[in-house]
């Protein structure tokens, strides 16, 4: 939009990732699809121009940026979920499970099969941040595969694995525990390739099982079950902010004494495997199996 008085004008799509609604590639296709407005008019132009000082956007008619509260959320995202905002299949998001009234949008990926720690925020400049490899946030996760990998293809695994987008950064690899014919590992990497473990396990010829995040940076997922999340405390989304070289300001959520859930119908919790926290019983409730009547 132009304006007389000269005011700092940005890229309309830039305005858009900032806010945290989609990263700039899909702010332009939100724009190009007729979806955002400002004061009152649509815009389908690409290099559109705003005052985000001056300028009302709007997308779908809800208001992008202004008063917004930040809000960041940890869930634990069970497996055959899109870690996406929607899905024109009508597949499952990790959009089901969380509701805090505000517009979030998922820090990142996890794969359709993986499970664990999924962050989700409204704000734009930390999930830039946090989504970017120049950053280099550890990622933990926890990954049951076949066989049990002998040292020499745990020292490969360590120092890079060859795959078709290049070699890998140096990961720490070590054994949790071994029995049945699988081995339970503990994996921390500092990028974020595309199904990056499964293919890092798939060329040193065995399977992954099974493969649950189980940490990104300062957020552990602990103990929250599968389709639960909770608010991110202060003292985390600072370390986060910080972690992204952004200033801690007054960012951060309240803890939530207890975990939220909005697990649809028929999504019960995992069976926890070794190698990975198991949810402490609550008092008076019990931890033991029920009986047999």
């Known amino acids: 939009m132009e304006h007389e008085d000269g005011g700092s004008l940005e890229r309309l799509n830039k305005v858009l990732a900032r806010a ?21 008019r649509r815009v389908t132009d690409l ?16 208001r992008v940026g202004g008063a917004q509260a930040t809000v960041t959320v940890a869930l634990h995202k069970p497996p055959n979920v899109l870690t996406t905002v929607s899905d024109p299949l009508g597949r499952p998001t990790v959009m089901t499970y969380v509701d805090v009234g505000e517009r979030l949008y998922p820090v990142g990926r996890l794969d359709f099969a993986s499970e664990g720690l999924v962050i989700l925020t409204n704000d734009g400049d930390l999930a830039l941040r946090l989504a970017h490899p120049r950053y280099r946030h550890e990622r933990e996760y926890r990954v049951r595969v076949s066989g049990t990998p002998t040292e020499a293809t745990l020292k490969v695994w360590r120092d890079g694995v ?19 014919g699988s081995t339970w590992l503990r994996v921390v990497l500092r990028e974020g390739r595309n199904r990056q473990i499964r293919r890092m396990v798939e060329a040193l010829k065995h399977r992954v099982h099974r493969l649950v995040r189980v940490r990104m940076g300062p957020v552990a997922l602990g103990d929250l079950p599968a389709g639960a ?16 070289d952004l200033p801690a300001g007054a960012h ?21 495997k070794p190698g990975w926290a198991r949810p402490k019983p609550k008092p008076g409730r019990g931890g033991g199996r029920r009986r047999k009547s």
């Open 162 to 180: 060859y795959l078709e987008d290049g070699r890998t950064a140096p990961a720490i690899v070590e054994v949790v525990s071994s029995s049945g």
């Open 20 to 40: 945290g609604v989609a990263s700039r590639r899909g702010a332009d296709a939100l724009i190009a699809a007729g979806r955002v407005t400002v004061n009152g």
């Open 252 to 272: 951060g959520s309240e803890p939530a004494p207890q975990p939220e859930r909005a697990t649809p119908a028929g999504r019960g919790r995992p069976r926890y």
């Open 229 to 244: 999340w909770r608010r991110l405390t202060r003292a985390e989304v600072a370390a986060l902010r910080s972690g992204a």
């Open 47 to 62: 290099g559109t121009k705003v005052d985000p000082g001056a300028d009302e956007v709007r997308l779908d008619g809800a």
